[in-house]
C-alpha cells in the first residue's frame, strides 16, 4: 500500500460517525512495511486530537520480525499485537509452514520480547482449527496455558483463501468440529472447576448475548450482518470491502462484496452502495425464512458472505447452512450444560461478567 493510499483510507476512517475507532494492520505479515505503519498511527493521533475519538491500533503478526525498535514504538503508542499460536512446536509448525520449521520457535521468542518490552496483556493470540487439530484439543489448550494466556478461541477454519486452495476446510464436517469443541469445553471447565481460570472466547461471546441485555458487538454474530457496519477492510490497491472474508472472496475472483476503492469512490457512493446495503437486507435474520421462527435467533447473527460463498446467495440455505449448524450446536451445549451443571453456570457466569 502505497503512503497516498494509506491517507484516503485513513480520510474514509475518520468519516465514521462511530466514537470509537480500532485500526487493524493485517497481512501477509504488515511487519514487512513497517513504515507505513508508523505513517498510519502518527497521522490518525494528530487527526484525532481534534477528534477525540476512542482510537487503538492492532497489528496482526507472526512476531518473527518485531524488533526492540518496532516493538518500543507499539508500547510509546499503545498498540497491541495479536498472534497465532495453533498449539504445542509439531502441531503449529505442521500448520504454519516455513523455511527452517521453527514458526512455533520463532513465536515463543517474539511473545517474550513483545511482553518484556509492551507489558504482558499487550499480546494475544488466536488458533486456528487445522485437520491435524482436531485430536489434539487439550494440547491446545495446555499450550496456551504453559505461555500464560487466560483464554482460547476454539476457532473453526473458514472457506476462503488458502484453505479453500488447499482443499483443508474439506478435511471436517461441522459435526467433527463441534466433537473438538465440546472436548476442548469439557477440559476447560475441567480446569476452572479445579481452580485455574480460563476461558473460551466464543463461547463468551454468546453467553453474553443468552443471559445479558449486553451485544458484544462480534460481527458474526450481528445481525443486521456486521460486514461494512462493525468493520471494513482496505486492500493495498485501495478497494475497499465489506469484511476481511470479502477481501478473501476477491483473491478467489469473486468481488461481490467490493464496495468501491479509495481512489475512485466517495464516501456515500461506497456506504450506501448495493453491494452492501442488498446484501444487509437480504440477509437480516428477523425476516429471513426459516431463520425468524428459529429459537436460536435473538442470539445469532447474519453471515451473509459466508452464505454467498457458499452457496451463492447471501440467504444460503439454512437446513445446509454450517454457520447455522455451528452456532446452533454451540447453543445447544451450552444450554444443557447450564441445565445439568450448576457450577459450569456459575463459571459460564464469570466469563459473562468479565467482558
Known amino acids: 500500500m502505497t503512503l497516498e493510499t494509506a491517507d484516503k483510507a485513513l480520510d474514509l476512517v475518520f468519516r465514521s460517525p462511530n466514537p470509537a475507532i480500532k485500526i487493524e494492520f493485517q497481512g501477509g505479515e504488515p511487519l514487512l512495511n513497517f513504515e507505513l505503519i508508523r505513517h498510519v498511527v502518527q497521522k490518525a493521533e494528530q487527526r484525532n486530537k481534534g477528534e477525540g475519538r476512542d482510537l487503538q491500533f492492532v497489528i496482526t503478526t507472526t512476531l518473527s520480525l518485531a524488533t526492540d525498535e518496532i516493538l518500543e514504538f507499539c508500547r510509546d503508542h499503545k498498540i497491541f499485537l495479536s498472534s497465532s499460536l495453533d498449539g504445542p512446536s509439531d502441531l503449529h509448525n505442521k500448520n504454519r509452514p516455513r523455511p527452517g520449521r521453527d514458526s512455533h520457535e520463532r513465536f515463543v521468542s517474539g511473545l517474550k520480547r513483545a511482553r518484556d518490552i509492551l507489558g504482558y496483556d499487550s499480546v494475544s493470540a488466536l488458533m486456528t482449527t487445522a485437520p491435524t487439530s482436531l485430536t489434539r484439543v487439550r ?97 493495498y490497491d485501495g478497494d475497499v470491502y465489506a469484511s476481511d472474508e470479502s477481501r478473501m472472496l476477491r483473491e478467489m475472483g469473486d468481488t461481490t462484496f467490493r464496495l468501491g476503492n479509495v481512489h475512485q469512490n466517495s464516501y456515500e457512493e461506497m456506504f450506501t452502495s448495493d453491494a452492501l446495503l442488498t446484501a444487509l437486507e437480504d440477509s437480516f435474520t428477523s425476516s429471513a425464512p426459516m431463520c425468524s421462527d428459529c429459537a436460536f435467533e435473538p442470539w445469532c447473527g447474519a453471515d451473509p458472505v459466508f452464505h454467498h460463498g457458499m452457496y451463492g446467495d447471501v440467504l444460503g440455505r439454512k437446513p445446509e447452512s454450517d454457520f447455522c449448524k455451528r452456532v446452533m450446536g454451540i447453543a445447544k451445549y451450552l444450554l444443557e450444560k447450564m441445565r445439568k451443571d450448576d457450577e459450569a453456570k456459575e463459571i459460564f457466569m464469570r466469563w459473562v461478567n468479565r467482558c
Not at 164 to 184: C, H, I, P, V
Open 139 to 235: 494440547d491446545i489448550v495446555d499450550e496456551y496455558l504453559k505461555h500464560g494466556f487466560d483464554g482460547i478461541f476454539l476457532r473453526h477454519l473458514s472457506p476462503y483463501g488458502f484453505a479453500l486452495k488447499t482443499k483443508s476446510f474439506q478435511a471436517y464436517n461441522t459435526d467433527r468440529w463441534l466433537e473438538f469443541y465440546k472436548e476442548g469445553m469439557e477440559y476447560i471447565l475441567e480446569l476452572n472447576k479445579a481452580g485455574t481460570p480460563f476461558t473460551e472466547y466464543y463461547s463468551t461471546l454468546l453467553l453474553t448475548k443468552m443471559m445479558s441485555a449486553e451485544d458484544p458487538g462480534f460481527v458474526d454474530l450481528m445481525n443486521p450482518a456486521g460486514a461494512g457496519i462493525a468493520a471494513i477492510v482496505f486492500n
